[in-house]
């Protein structure tokens, strides 16, 4: 498959530490992949094996259909993105971007003619003659793109490349890339730790933990149908409960939820809902809970809700649905779409 | 069980340790074995040659050299010059810094040049300088031969010359360390209703003090060895106005003692001499390093 | 001190006429003790290093120019500044040289004993000259370790030139090293792996990125080594022998000149040398200035 991306049981450790541990996935030609997951997971190693810049102690890249595990990074042409730009800082930014053709000996005619075509496809062009420290971050960036995409590389990683940028730039970049891959098609995995991102831009994720593959899918699969409790609490904010499986339904304290048929009666589990999913119920509801706070979202509000038996729950609730209701109130709310998994199983994802 | 690993991966990775296969390990080693060879070559081979030769029949060679006429005389000078330095300089090398880094004057980039000389000029050439000031031909120096104030071929010439070689060393050991110094915290101790030397005391001095003394120690290390700024400023006179280092330099021309063969005593006091500078520099490193930890 | 006078924090009934007293004493007196401070520093400073160097450059020239001319023509002056020069040019390319290898494995490898390498490479700089001359003498002169190997060759170290230059490297080895050691730190790697993946060799990345970034701190250890070099005399003095037009460099010729009271012309050639100094520190405080200016 021209232009994609093969990883086979990428596996490295620094000395007794295993920071990728036996990662296999498939990034597919011309889409945007995201390695998603937190600091730690092994993401950014992973993605420098497949650069080259490090050495797998085992598995198999492949790249456009060649295996290049042993290959040099010179040899790979991949196009490399730093979340610190790593510009040339003493030479112009038309001289970093012309760098991969000139030490590949381009024809200096062919050389400007492309390097006028990329500055002016990042919206750099006036700023051809400016060094990188008189440029701010989101255009230090820019221009690492345009650098890295001169030479024409099969593929495009990006190593948390808005890692280090303002939250508005950070949007603003985010959804130019978006449009950059539109046009130009390169085959893209883009290492982040911001699922939001991760969501927006990839055609398809993975989703790593502790070094190794947690979920592989689209942005709906790895939303909806998390497959592990990491993914669980990881890939969008969830509420977390603890209770026990009892016939199919997971019990937790005064109510039950259904979707544990799966997992074994008396055990223990947890049960990850969305706050979107919790909804004002129209009588009784799957439980009474207090409104603890309320705090306006725009068209959604955010509720804070407190259950009898001390547990707080997030709810984001759509401002019609909530009838007038004030702090204090108590109210019957649905949990929609609980997740189930065994408690052995669940590490402890960040609360909603 | 806790939550995400929060290592770093950056943390993890050792260091410039991003190479791909093939060619690697050559290129590392070769870049290490030439390492290897040129300190080894230069550095230490010469290290191991002077301690065998002056510490190969154990003491005998040391205890030779000090009991050649002149020698203890000659050591103590060098260490009560190097002492008198590093103490004089310390002081003003420091208030050096201060001017430079929180004053501002016209000029202060001259003087800041001005206080490099040092690292250009070459010793001697700074000897031949204090001779030419203050030798007995001139208007300067007959004027404090006059008053009885020997500098030319004296003590006192020797500590000029020392002076004069020794000051950048304190000064440029400071001046990083006292720009770095966030002035919000002295002001914060003036807000307080401390006064300008309680200050200085209590808050500023605290953090220069492995600056200063790490200055200090080079510019004492660096007396000890001085040779070119003296030979020709002291004179050279036995038990008055001989350093070690150019007592060293005659015990290798021989015939001039005459009472010890071969070049072994004079190695033996080199080795003492050189390693307690050697110490005093690593001393120096550890409390420069000690200084940049803490800020 | 440069911060702007504070007020004393106390709630005074007596109001801002006290307070304004207050803070203009307090001021006047900061100025003062700024002002006693930096006449002290300026004192200092033209008294031990400007008034030397004015006695030379007047001392020197007090003979006219014609005993400047008349020194010049003599051979053996032409020789020892040739002399000289020769030492300086080869010891500052070989301390470069190696010198950027020694730096780049201090600043980016890690091995065993690396400190160890660390403090070697600072121990020229505790050495006293004189004791870097015996190191010499004790190396390739009579009886010396190497001394039958170039002997039996019929290659002459000891009182020639190969020793002179060998001591001069040994003294001049830290100063390259201690400067871009610092410099590679800063810098990271990063930019050398971004040019490899734009499909540059490691040379081509060395040229092109590394020695351009590390241009200033080299420059600057260039520029130190290189006074430093040019200034050697003790261990010059004991492995030269010297030998008058043949072994005998600029220094070791005031030397002399003094031992045989030929003062003036050794003040000349000491002012030469100190001219040719200053023009070399104008260069050291070029480039130590670009240096710190972009480590900010």
Known sequence: MAGSIEIEGLTKSF??????????????????????????????????????????????????????????????????????????????????????????????????ARVLELLDLVHM?????????????????????????????KVLLLDEPFGALDAKVRHDLRRWLDELHRELGVTSLLVTHDQEEALELANKIVV????????????????????????????????????????????????????????????????????????????????????????????????????????????????????????????????????????????????? | MAAVVAIEQDAKRPEGRARPPSGAALRRWSLRGATFVYLGLFILLPVVAILQHGFGDGLANLKAALDTFGAKAAIRLTLEMAALTAIINGIFGTLLAYVLVRIRFPGRDLLSTVVDLPFAVPTLVAGVMLVALYGPSSTVGGWFEAHGIHIIFAPLGILLALLFVTLPLVVRSVQPVLLELDPAEEEAARVLGAGRWTTFRRVMFPALRPAIAAGCLLAFARSLGEFGAIVIVSGNRVNDTLTAPVFISQLLQPGHYGSTGGPDPAAAVSAVLFGLAFVLVLVTEKLVSLGKERS | MSAPPTERVKPSPAGDEDLTRLRNADARRGRLVRGVMLAVALVYVSVLLLAPLAGIFIYALKSGLGTIGQTFSQPDVRHAFLLTFVIMAITVVVTTFFGVIVALVLARDRFPGKRLVSALVDLPLAVSPVVVGLMAVLLFGRGGWFEPFFASRGIQIMFALPAMILVTIFISIPFVIREVVPVLQELGMEEEQAAWTLGASRLQTFIRVTLRNIRWGLLYGIALSAARAIGEVGAVLIVSGTLTGKTETATLYILRAFDQYQDQQGYIVALTLATFSIVLLIGIETFKRRRTAEAD
Do not use: C
């Not at chain 1, 420098?48 to 040899?75: H, N």
């Not at chain 1, 062009?125 to 820019?142: H, K, N, V, W």
């Not at chain 1, 439980?287 to 959604?300: C, M, N, T």
């Open chain 1, 15 to 112: 000395g007794g530490f295993r920071a990728v541990d036996d990662v296999s996935f498939v990034a597919e030609d011309g889409k945007i992949t995201a390695l998603l997951g937190p600091s730690g997971s092994g993401k950014s190693t992973a993605l420098r094996m497949i650069a080259g810049l490090e050495r797998p102690d085992s598995g198999r890249i492949t790249i456009a259909g060649e295996d290049q595990t042993r290959t040099s990074v010179q040899e790979r042409r991949v196009g490399f993105v730093f979340q610190h730009y790593a510009l040339f800082r003493h030479m112009t930014v038309q001289q970093n971007v012309e760098f991969g053709l000139r030490v590949r000996k381009e024809d200096p005619a062919k050389r400007r």
């Open chain 1, 125 to 153: 062009t006036p700023f051809a003659e400016r060094y990188p420290g008189q440029l701010s971050g989101g255009q230090r960036q820019r221009v690492a793109l345009a650098r890295a995409l001169a030479p024409q590389p």
């Open chain 1, 208 to 352: 790593m933990h502790e070094g190794r593959v947690e979920q592989v899918g689209s942005p709906g699969d790895v939303y909806d149908n998390p497959t592990t409790p990491f993914v669980a609490g990881f890939v969008g904010s969830a509420n977390v409960l603890h209770g026990s499986v009892v016939d199919g339904h997971i019990h937790l304290g005064s109510f039950r939820l259904p979707g544990a048929s799966h997992l074994q009666d008396g055990a223990s589990a947890t049960a990850f809902v969305r706050p979107h999913d919790i909804r004002v119920a129209g009588g009784e509801g799957d439980v009474k809970a207090v409104i603890e706070r309320l705090a306006s979202l725009g068209w959604l509000t955010r509720v804070t809700l407190r259950l009898d038996d001390g547990e707080a729950l997030v709810a984001h609730v759509p401002n019609e649905e909530l009838h007038g209701a004030v702090e204090g109130d108590r109210i019957g709310v649905d949990l929609r779409n609980p997740k189930a998994f065994l408690k052995s199983e669940s590490e402890q994802p960040t609360d909603a």
